[in-house]
């Protein structure tokens, strides 16, 4: 293998599970595996076969074997849940269980005890209003669990759309055999060189190679809304699903399609998940 520069270089291949794990580690330790297992981003692209400035050569041969080997960049589908089935989804909660059966049992020990004794004991505050606090916490119950199928709702709504727009609508800019060159989201292989500006929706996982005051929202991937600075030299690592801000950068694409960060998010929802967000881990 040559490295950019015209060097052999003896670093093998990586492999799916290889570039997976890089993509769980921390920041910190992305770096250090980085560093001593490659030599740093440049190593990683010569292991993967690309040139951190021109790209891909865009031979259709590499390209279909790119695909065979890491796979291809196309999410895999999920219908929406409907609310009715969130809510159900909701009620399963532990918390929301013990205080439904909780208030539910008082209430009918309030009605049982209304049969019984009908005449209040001497000297009680009597039945008229004892059934006024168990109806009030499962009003509240029932609210509860509403506002939060509602905001799994439009959660799931606005996630979908965002993979709608990804999937079929964006494109983005990569390097390929030396020349910048628009592609459609699937066309992306593992070894592309992805210029990143803003506005763009990171297509797949990757290692920023360079950077300018580039910000990145994570916000479909961890429900946070703050920014988040990438630098190749503190926070390479790029999420698929991220939402560029501010600046731009260009990055190394190393996992795609199902095996990537958003593609097991969308996994993780069709098996069940009520809240799939993946723990991406920052120190």
Same mark, same amino acid.
């Given at each position: 293998?040559?490295?950019?520069?015209?060097?052999?270089?003896?670093?093998?291949?990586?492999?799916?599970?290889?570039?997976?794990?890089?993509?769980?580690?921390?920041?910190?330790?992305?770096?250090?595996?980085?560093?001593?297992?490659?030599?740093?981003?440049?190593?990683? =692209?010569?292991?993967?076969?690309?040139?951190?400035?021109?790209?891909?050569?865009?031979?259709?041969?590499?390209?279909?074997?790119?695909?065979?080997?890491?796979?291809?960049?196309?999410?895999?589908?999920?219908?929406?849940?409907?609310?009715?089935?969130?809510?159900?989804?909701?009620?399963?909660?532990?918390? @929301?269980?013990?205080?439904?059966?909780?208030?539910? @049992?008082?209430? @009918?020990?309030?009605?049982?005890?209304?049969?019984?004794?009908?005449?209040?004991?001497?000297?009680?505050?009597?039945?008229?209003?004892?059934?006024?606090?168990?109806?009030?916490?499962? =009003?509240?119950?029932?609210?509860?669990?509403?506002?939060?199928?509602?905001?799994?709702?439009?959660?799931?709504?606005?996630?979908?759309?965002?993979?709608?727009?990804?999937?079929?609508?964006?494109?983005?800019?990569?390097?390929?055999?030396?020349?910048?060159?628009?592609?459609? =989201?699937?066309?992306?292989?593992?070894?592309?060189?992805?210029?990143?500006?803003?506005?763009?929706?990171?297509?797949?996982?990757?290692?920023?190679?360079?950077?300018?005051?580039?910000?990145?929202?994570?916000?479909?991937?961890?429900?946070?809304?703050?920014?988040?600075?990438?630098?190749?030299?503190?926070?390479?690592?790029?999420?698929?699903?991220?939402?560029?801000?501010?600046?731009?950068?260009?990055?190394?694409?190393?996992?795609?399609?199902?095996?990537?960060?958003?593609?097991?998010?969308?996994?993780?929802?069709?098996?069940?998940?009520?809240?799939?967000?993946?723990?991406?881990?920052?120190?």
């Amino acid at each position: 293998m040559t490295d950019p520069s015209g060097a052999d270089s003896q670093t093998d291949k990586p492999t799916l599970s290889e570039l997976v794990r890089i993509m769980r580690m921390s920041k910190q330790d992305a770096l250090s595996h980085l560093k001593n297992q490659y030599g740093g981003t440049e190593g990683l =692209c010569v292991a993967l076969e690309t040139h951190p400035e021109n790209g891909l050569s865009g031979n259709l041969e590499d390209l279909q074997s790119r695909r065979q080997e890491y796979g291809k960049n196309e999410l895999p589908t999920e219908k929406p849940k409907t609310f009715l089935r969130l809510i159900l989804e909701t009620l399963k909660d532990f918390t @929301v269980v013990i205080l439904i059966t909780s208030s539910i @049992v008082s209430l @009918v020990l309030y009605i049982v005890l209304l049969f019984l004794l009908p005449t209040p004991p001497a000297g009680s505050s009597g039945y008229s209003t004892g059934w006024v606090d168990t109806v009030s916490v499962l =009003c509240s119950v029932a609210l509860v669990v509403i506002l939060t199928a509602y905001s799994e709702y439009t959660k799931q709504i606005r996630f979908i759309t965002l993979l709608s727009q990804s999937e079929n609508e964006r494109s983005i800019f990569v390097r390929r055999n030396a020349a910048k060159e628009s592609l459609r =989201c699937q066309d992306l292989v593992v070894g592309d060189i992805v210029e990143l500006g803003v506005g763009n929706v990171v297509p797949v996982d990757g290692i920023l190679l360079k950077g300018f005051n580039l910000k990145v929202e994570e916000s479909v991937l961890t429900g946070e809304t703050h920014l988040i600075a990438k630098t190749p030299k503190d926070d390479p690592i790029i999420f698929s699903g991220s939402h560029v801000i501010e600046g731009e950068g260009k990055m190394v694409s190393i996992v795609v399609g199902p095996h990537s960060t958003l593609g097991q998010i969308i996994l993780m929802g069709a098996k069940g998940h009520r809240s799939a967000k993946l723990y991406i881990r920052r120190t």
